[in-house]
């Protein structure tokens, strides 16, 4: 396949990751359909693109014409067969859960043309994991977005043992597309790449927080201030997401068997009350009042 031969792109979950990916294909002039088996997911993502684009109208940043053109290449759907059958490039958002992914990518082998590439969005499992639930292993690749996908410039592209050269040069080039700065990772490793770094980061954020030297609020300063952060590890992991967060760290835990791996007691506790940062109201911060 030509990367000229990519004109429709499925996008499978409706979420804040799958909505936003899915918004900026089609401001770039792709033909999108967004999957999500939750009807109300799918009403809140339509109801984000009718505030979203008059806003970037409103600011300058998109002509009133690439608006309308681009909120005519969206659509939301829950039949992954209308998403998936004509989709000649597949990025699946879907939640962090080895099983769930795998079956997804069986229906996706069955449903996409033969030509389509499969990605996924996954920020922790590599796709050498979830290729082999295909015929077309050299066509899965990890292309990662990075949270919110509408402003974060990054794409991690993956080229795990099973990817082809033509898959990950074709997931590059489209990343490009989608103004977006991809880095190519020549080979798989657990986190990728920046959330290694950022593990590193948190570890130390969370030790720190743990044994009482110093508070939320002063360690997420202490990043931004004296490291030139955007924003303190804390803020960040409210914004993607504490219930994302414990999840990946269950799915590493009973991967591995090694308790280190198990989230720490203070994410169980904002987990279990289901604070999960921005998005409830409550997480590390309190944002009830915004």
Not at 41 to 62: C, H
Not at 119 to 124: D, F, G, H, I, R
Not at 142 to 156: G, R, W
Not at 218 to 241: E, K
Request: hydrophobic fraction near 40%; charged fraction near 25%; proline fraction near 3%.
């Amino acid at each position: 396949m030509k990367f000229e031969d990519i004109k429709n792109i499925c996008v499978v979950g409706a979420g804040n990751m799958g909505h936003q990916i899915a918004l900026q294909s089609a401001i770039c002039g792709f033909k999108v359909k967004c999957f999500d088996i939750n009807e109300e997911t799918l009403k809140k993502a339509d109801a984000f693109v009718d505030s979203y684009l008059p806003g970037r109208v409103e600011k300058g940043r998109l002509t009133a014409e690439q608006a309308e053109a681009a909120r005519n290449n969206i659509q939301f759907v829950n039949d992954l067969e209308l998403a998936a059958g004509d989709a000649d490039f597949v990025i699946e958002a879907a939640t962090e859960i080895l099983e769930l992914k795998r079956k997804i990518y069986a229906d996706l082998d069955r449903i996409a043309p033969r030509h389509a590439i499969l990605a996924t969005n996954s920020s922790a499992i590599v796709s050498s994991k979830i290729a082999d639930a295909t015929q077309r292993q050299d066509k899965v690749v990890n292309m990662h977005f990075f949270n919110p996908a509408l402003v974060m410039k990054l794409v991690e592209v993956v080229k795990g043992p099973h990817v082809s050269d033509e898959t990950a040069d074709l997931t590059m080039q489209l990343s490009k597309t989608l103004q977006k700065v991809p880095v190519l990772l020549k080979k798989e490793v657990d986190g990728f790449l920046l959330n290694r770094i950022f593990a590193a980061i948190s570890r130390e954020a969370t030790w720190l927080l743990e044994m009482g030297v110093a508070e939320v609020e002063d360690i997420d300063n202490a990043c931004v201030y004296g490291a030139g952060h955007p924003m303190g590890p804390f803020r960040l992991n409210d914004l993607t997401g504490l219930d994302l967060s414990y999840i990946m760290r269950m799915e590493k835990f009973r991967e591995t068997g090694n308790p280190a791996d198990l989230p720490n007691p203070r994410l169980v506790e904002h987990y279990m009350k289901g604070e999960y940062g921005e998005k409830t109201g409550k997480g590390w911060y309190d944002y009830s009042k915004k």
